[in-house]
């Protein structure tokens, strides 16, 4: 038994390997089946630096049926963050999905810069606009191939110095063949903040105009939360960012709050000015607790 131990463990990890694969391929094919249906356009330019978001009139309904975002007007303007907040369900992450084009709306449009986003090449639409979620898709490759996604007009000490900026500097000292050093895919071998951190490194990298975050709602420990922060504010400075917020703490960071519900606006305007109104539902989401409420 002692001779077939080590075989059989082998076979094991090789089934397990097998079924992710699996798993990970028909993810692919489902992204597929939703992107064939999504014309690629024709070319026109965003410009560098922080984009402005119009939702003008925004219908979708992931199938014919009850629309999941209900003639949705909103605007963010250049360099500002937009909070958004709603229960589960009431459409933040869809906002997201339509920004990126993974679906296109029904009815009206979504422009950044007054530039329909149906008319940018899906390559340049996904350059200057980033999403930045819990779910970080670490890849199979080196620490490298996962920050530049194998562009290499990025060079490496940028890489190394946004490492630093991040406070993952003593983490990176301690990779045994610094960017060359291979990451499990899933990103079994890093923590969870390390992950998050990771994720903020290739926005500072690919330096997007507009950054969409998924903020995680989960703890992290005190010391990988204080480095979130200062990760956050450096993130923020020229950019423009819908926050998808669970904590207060984060929404204390925008300008303006759009509450969302079933899809539609229930309320929005300037943080500060909602604040101060009692009767408004964000100073009663501020009083209720956020994590209470939108949990
Ligand atoms: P939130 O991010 O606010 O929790 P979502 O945008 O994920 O909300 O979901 C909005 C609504 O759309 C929900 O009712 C959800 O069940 C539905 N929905 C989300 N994704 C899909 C999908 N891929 N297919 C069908 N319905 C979906």
């Known amino acids: ?47 560098d630096g922080p984009l402005r978001v119009d939702f003008k009139d925004v219908v979708f309904s992931y199938d014919d049926d009850q629309p999941t975002i209900d003639h949705l ?40 810069n007054s530039t329909d986003i149906r008319d940018c090449k899906l390559a340049e639409l996904r350059k200057r606009v980033a999403l930045v979620t819990q779910n970080i898709e670490i ?3 080196t620490i490298r191939d996962n920050l530049t996604f194998y562009d290499a007009s990025i060079r490496d000490e940028q890489i190394v110095a946004v490492l630093h900026e991040l406070g993952l500097g003593a983490w990176y000292d301690a990779m045994p063949e610094g960017l060359d050093t291979g990451l499990a895919s899933g990103g079994s071998s890093l923590s969870a903040g390390e992950a998050q951190l990771l994720a903020f490194a290739r926005v500072f990298l690919t330096n997007p105009g507009l950054v969409i975050m998924d903020e995680a709602s989960s703890r992290l420990d005190p010391l990988t939360e204080q480095r979130m922060e200062k990760a956050v504010s ?18 204390q960071r925008a300008d ?10 229930l309320e929005s305007g300037r943080r500060e000015v909602l604040a101060a109104d009692p009767n408004s539902r964000f100073s009663q989401l501020l009083a209720t607790g956020l994590e209470e409420v939108l949990a």
Do not use: N, W
Not at 4 to 33: G, N, V, W, Y
Not at 79 to 99: M, P, Q, W
């Open 73 to 112: 007007t909103m605007t963010l303007k250049p360099g500002e963050v937009l909070g958004l907040l709603g229960r589960t369900g009431s459409g933040k992450s869809t906002i997201a999905r339509l920004l990126l084009r993974f679906y296109d709306p029904q009815s009206g449009v979504i422009a950044l």
């Open 234 to 251: 450096k993130l923020l400075t020229e950019r423009s960012c819908i926050m998808i917020a669970h904590r207060l703490a984060t929404v």
């Open 1 to 47: 038994t002692e001779l077939l131990a080590k075989p059989i463990e082998k076979i094991r990890t090789q089934m397990e390997d097998l079924q992710k694969a699996d798993a990970s391929i028909s993810r692919i094919r489902e992204l597929f089946a939703i992107q064939s249906k999504i014309q690629d356009g024709p070319g026109a330019v965003l410009p």
């Open 139 to 141: 890849i199979q490759g």
């Open 256 to 265: 303006h709050i759009v509450i969302l519900d079933g899809g539609r606006v």
